[in-house]
């Protein structure tokens, strides 16, 4: 079981930054692929970048490629999104995912809000 907590989101000028972070719990979940995905209102959700176990392979939406970074710290359990240049295409809730095999887990979500 992994259980997981994001937080860093909030509401931001177009052309600022945040940085999400997920919190995971749970013995192995340093052995977990990590993804971020998005959901905006009246759309499915996205991914948006994922992560391999050990941080050496990333990969990225085009929609975001160049201005968001996928990083992670196994010490802390701790997945991070560091997102730049943001526009108010990328209002949504972002979710946190941990998956391996056939298990899969999903925190609770974050809100990201960018004002024009």
């Known amino acids: 079981q992994v259980q997981l907590v994001e937080s860093g989101g909030g509401l931001v000028q177009a052309g600022g930054s945040l940085r999400l972070s997920c919190a995971a719990s749970?013995?192995?979940?340093?052995?977990?692929?990590m993804s971020w995905y998005r959901q905006a209102p009246g759309k499915e959700r996205e991914l948006v970048a994922d992560?391999?176990?050990?941080?050496?392979?990333?990969n990225y939406a085009d929609s975001v490629k160049g201005r968001f970074t996928i990083s992670r710290d196994n010490h802390k359990n701790t997945v991070y999104l560091q997102m730049n240049n943001l526009n108010t295409e990328d209002t949504a809730v972002y979710y946190c995912?941990?998956?391996?095999?056939?298990?899969?887990?999903w925190g609770q979500g974050t809100q990201v809000t960018v004002s024009s």
């Open positions: 749970g013995r192995t979940s340093s052995t977990y692929f």
């Open positions: 992560i391999s176990s050990t941080g050496s392979n990333t």
């Open positions: 995912n941990a998956h391996l095999g056939g298990l899969s887990y």
